[in-house]
């Protein structure tokens, strides 16, 4: 029997009960990104069961949901997945302004798609980062980091903040783009394909995160379906599934965009995806900066106190990590009766007991970080 | 008279190479200058804490570079994001293996009091570190700023070695 | 699918009748203009008795229902205005079923949640799935009783339920019969208390 077979059974294959034991991974441990416990049952350096314990972050960001009026929960949509803290915000004004009937202005909109890919962007970077982390290199994390502050520079400019933007309004945004902001992003778009080539060969290329990576962790498409697995994981084996293809919201059908897929629905092809949706979201910014019409950027009308009509309203949006959607269940009143997040880590992080059943260790790990979790996002 | 004369010339001879200082003074600037940190970041304050480590804050400048995942071999814990009522118990273990000297920095609003999830019949958040622990420095913010957390470690080595040795940044 | 005769399209699904006259059937979906396609009634969530006075048929053009092969009552729904395509109302023991059948066409499981309608003395279990390759967003949902809320389990069907029905069950106390393993997901371990119900003081 391969060994990956042998470690699904309880007995070994002479017969002898194997011995195994229960370690922990977490709540504090470096390659976890966040409080993730994993109660492991191991087989030596051989996974037989790994389990994750969540509910170390746990924000209760439904409960405030129904405690905060809509302008008020605009906030704690940032800090649900704080690296892709835009696009979280898209996904709860979006839902308001679809219920509200709210007409955002077309200029709100194009800059919503510019800040979103920036922050895509920022958000790949940090990934990237942590992952080499996680398989040993330490290098590619300053570098990351040192592209994400020309990121984070633009952003501040116009939102006043570094991580967690509340930039988007219901029905538009709070402060229009300026001159420094354009110029500054055309110079950046510049400067970083040069800089995704030079990824490319200084670590995707490289021989050894190769070998770590090429054929570790398969997801089947199948599997992928039966957990609701999105976002880079389900185009990592082969199905091209991107809400802004699929189901297009805010101004993305206007743009030119490949959505990248890789087959092989290992590690490896999990990690492409990324680095090419960093070029295609450059290709975004371009796009929308070329194309940014003149008006306004808050719709007229907004009322002072919103209450929407009643019954449930969803959206959903493309943010780095996948499918995140909102749900408001609304009574007519200025507090929603319910607010449903699906975060997209959790799905992606509920197929790991099934696809790490007989992985070594380390590699276990590699297939942690190809899935990009951020805790926060799982707990809310 | 001339015993002392001479020892108090020597001292002022050999100053060019030799320096005496009381010990304690030696061990507040070996230990202010060399702040190991746990890595600790919980939520969102993490990512302002990598940023600070990153190259263009340099943490490494401060010599507080070294985040040590072990905590018997860390002496400084930022506690860096919101600590649940789940968390507390591991949050309380780290702090208790960490060995002495050992200081807290609270980097973040969640850390120094709840931050924006303290809500009427919240039941999960802890409201501030400082409930579970003493707290040497607070940094707040949501996030703050990585210039926060370096301003933070400024303060803790202020405490430290009694002088603030750094000049504080005027705003322009 | 045997045709019934073609009733007024029913825009809501079919509470108990609340006990208290002022409280209104569950907050009404909006502008579902149901299709002229039959409608199985869901007979074992209703008391028998017909459903409190029909709303006159809407001027709104039908919504095509993308579901109408499937032996469930899936409706159209205006996606510019609520965000899904069809949804469908059964009764608690239809869940599993509509679970595979939408298994078989394709579609992905998005995420389980409760809403909890005190007024009412009802729980709402709400199933969202999603289709990976095309623009179809379904909703099921279901009404259980607050008072003893149990529903069997569709983690068979899609194991990714199993999170999502844990984390239900912590926040509304919803048992979901033949789940492997219903403890505290996000709560602490040793948790007795459901935070989202609308009952809820400090644990």
Redesign the interface.
Known sequence: MLVKDQLKTEVSADGAPRETFVINLG????ATH??LRVKMTMDGEYIVRAEPV???????Q???G???TYAQFL??TS?ID??SAMTYTHGFVG?VE?AA?LQVPLRAEYIRVITSELNRISSHL?WWGAFLLDLGGFTP??YA??D??KILDLLEGITGS???YSYFRIGGLYNDIDDTFINGTRAFVAQMRPRLKMYRSLVTDNIILRKRLIEIGPISKEM???????GPV?RGSG???DVRR??PYSVYSEFDFVVPTFEEGDSMARYLVRMEEMAQSLRIIEQALDKLPAGPVMAEKVPRVLKL????????VEAARG?F?V?I????KEIP??I?L?TPS??NL??FE?ASAGMLLPDALALMGSLDLVI?DI?? | MEAQNDSAQALKDCAPYVRFAKLDELLALGRANSLWPLTFGLACCAIEMMAAGASRFDLARFGAEVFRPSPRQADLMIIAGTVNKKMAAAVKTLYDQMPEPKWVIAMGNCAISGGPFVFPGQYAVIEGVDKLFPVDVYIPGCPPRPEALIEGLLKLEEKLTGKRRWPIVKAE | MNPTTPQPPDSSPQPVPAPAPAAPAAPKVAATAGPQAPVISNQSSVTGKPAAAPAPPQPAPALPNPLAHLSLPFRGVDYAAKGYHAEATVAPDQVVFAAEQLDKEGLSLDTITGVDWMAEGQMEVVYDYFHPAKALRVVVRTRIPRDNPEIATIQKVFPGANWHERETHDFFGIRFLGHPNLTPFLLPEDATYHPLRKDFTQC
């Open positions: 709540p504090q441990h470096p966040g409080v969540c509910g170390y972050i746990h924000r209760m439904e409960k405030m129904e405690n905060r906030p704690n800090r704080y690296l839902a679809r009937k940090v994390l300053l980091f040192d994400r502050e570094r991580l967690t992928c379906r039966k957990y609701g697995a999105t389900i199905v091209a599934y699929v189901e009509p009643a019954g449930d309203y969803c959206y959903a499918r959607a749900r269940v609304s009574d007519n009766y319910r449903k699906r959790l799905s509920s197929l099934e926060p707990d809310r």
